[in-house]
C-alpha cells in the first residue's frame, strides 16, 4: 500500500493502468477505491494511468483530528506529494464533490501541475452553513445514520464492502475536516488560473448546480454538462457520466 509525505501526514494512493497520468479525487467520506467500484477504473485504464488518491481524513490515509490539519494549501500539497513521489509534473485531474472542489484549491496553489481539470457535482461557492452544521450533528450520530440517509436519499443500496468502508469513516477527523474554516469558504479567487480546458458536469437537482453553471461560463475554456432530474448521485450514474469524461479527455489527451 503505497504513500506519500507530506509534512509527516501520510496521503495513501494506488496506480493503475498505463498512458497519460489522471488524478481521480473522491468525495467527502469517500474513499478512492470507489472509483473500482462504480466502475471508472476500467472505464478509463487502458489510455490513463490512474492515480487514485485518499485524501487526509478518508480512506487509508491519516486522520488529523485538529481542523488547522484541514487548510487548503495543505489539502493541495497532499496532491502534489503524491504526484511528486511518482516523478509526475503535470496530469489531467478527475474530482467528485469534494474532489470537485479540490480542482479549484490545486487551480490556487498549483495549475502548472495540471493540464486540464473535469470537476463534478460542485462550484467554488462557500458551503452552506446549514449545511456544515447538518454534518457536523450527523457526525455525532454516528456513520450508521449517515449509511441510512445515504440509501435512503439516493435510493442505492450500498454493497457491504462500501457500507463496512463508510462505518469505519473516523468522525472526529471529519468534524475537524467540515470545521476547517478555510476549505468551506469561497474558491473563485482560482478562477483566473483555470485558463485550462475544464470539464464541469452536475445533475440539476444539484445544489451546487447554479454555482456550477455560473463558474462554467466565467472560465475561458471551459464545457459544462447537466443531467436532468438527477441531484448529488451523478457520480453513481457511471454509464451517463463517462461518455462525456472519456470524450472530453480524449480532446485534451495530446495536450
Request: charged fraction near 20%.
Amino acid at each position: 500500500m503505497p504513500y506519500a509525505n507530506n509534512q509527516g501526514v501520510k496521503i495513501r494512493y494506488e496506480i493503475e493502468g498505463s498512458g497519460s497520468p489522471l488524478v481521480l479525487v473522491h468525495g467527502l467520506l469517500g474513499y478512492l477505491e470507489q472509483w473500482f467500484e462504480l466502475g471508472y477504473v476500467d472505464s478509463l485504464k487502458k489510455e490513463f494511468t490512474l492515480i487514485l488518491v485518499d485524501l487526509r481524513g478518508h480512506g487509508c490515509s491519516d486522520k488529523p483530528r485538529n481542523p488547522e490539519a484541514y487548510k487548503t494549501k495543505l489539502l493541495a500539497t497532499d496532491v502534489i506529494s503524491v504526484m511528486d513521489n511518482l516523478n509526475i509534473s503535470k496530469a489531467h485531474f478527475l474530482g467528485y464533490s469534494l474532489g470537485g472542489r479540490m480542482a479549484f484549491i490545486l487551480a490556487k496553489y498549483a495549475p502548472e501541475r495540471f493540464h486540464s481539470f473535469i470537476i463534478g457535482g460542485a462550484s467554488p461557492d462557500p458551503r452552506p452553513r446549514a449545511r456544515v452544521h447538518w454534518l457536523l450533528q450527523l457526525f455525532k450520530k454516528g456513520m450508521g445514520t449517515y449509511v441510512e440517509l445515504f440509501e435512503k436519499d439516493r435510493g442505492l443500496e450500498l454493497t457491504p464492502q462500501a457500507r463496512a468502508k463508510i462505518l469505519s469513516n473516523d468522525t472526529e477527523a471529519l468534524t475537524a475536516f467540515v470545521s476547517a474554516k478555510e476549505w468551506r469558504t469561497n474558491l473563485e479567487d482560482a478562477l483566473p488560473n483555470m485558463t485550462m480546458p475544464c470539464l464541469l458536469f452536475i445533475g440539476e437537482a444539484d445544489p451546487s448546480y447554479g454555482g456550477a453553471k455560473k463558474c462554467a461560463n466565467l472560465l475561458p475554456n471551459a464545457e459544462f454538462v447537466s443531467f436532468p432530474g438527477l441531484g448529488h448521485d451523478v457520480d453513481y450514474q457511471s454509464h451517463l457520466v463517462l461518455p462525456h469524461i472519456k470524450r472530453f479527455l480524449k480532446s485534451v489527451a495530446s495536450v
